[in-house]
């Protein structure tokens, strides 16, 4: 009687292939994929707290430290703003010193300039100062001496801008009555711009 095999025989490279056991992660594929990513997640995230949490505690320190420089600098800067009030009230008070002494000096130097300014032939009867114009009444003996009075006051840095208000011939006919007006200027630019070149 005669015998068929029915399997039929596998080669040898089948037959070790088939013995080698076969990784296959099937269904636990995209489970594994999840837990790498967490896990790739979890370490970006911790690296990013642990650099945010270093830079915190850094900050804190310079925080700390600038603090502490400030208070020590406190003390120091309190000074500073009581030597600043200290030089603030000084420099007003020379301030005022300064103010008394062209007030006290103004009346002298407005007397002098005024006397020095008049010529021959002429006189002054009543002299008024408000503020800085200056009003003056007098007489001469003829209009040329006026004319001189005012050239006078106009050549004179102290004067600005004089002005006859009025002239006129008195009862007894010889003599001339006037009325001026003009601006004093007790320290004129030009003078104090020519004083630090003579110094």
Known sequence: MIKINLVAETPAAATTQAARPQFSLGAKQGDIILLVVLAL???????????????????????QEKRQER?????????????????????????VIEELKNNQRGPVKIMDEVSRALPELVWLTRLNLKG???????NAMDEN?????IANLDASPHFDEPELK???????????????????????PELQAAAPAGQ
């Open 41 to 63: 997640s979890c370490i970006v995230v911790g690296t990013q707290w642990y650099l945010l949490t270093s830079k915190r505690a850094e900050l804190r320190r310079v925080e």
């Open 71 to 95: 208070d020590e600098l406190l003390q120091y800067i309190k000074k500073v703003e009581e030597l600043e009030a200290k030089r603030e009230a000084l420099r007003q008070k020379i301030q």
């Open 132 to 138: 800085n114009e200056l009003l003056l009444d007098g």
């Open 145 to 149: 001496a006026v004319a001189n009075y």
């Open 166 to 188: 009025n002239l006129t011939r008195a009862d007894r006919g010889q003599v001339f009555a006037f009325n001026l007006r003009c601006t004093f200027v007790i320290s004129p």
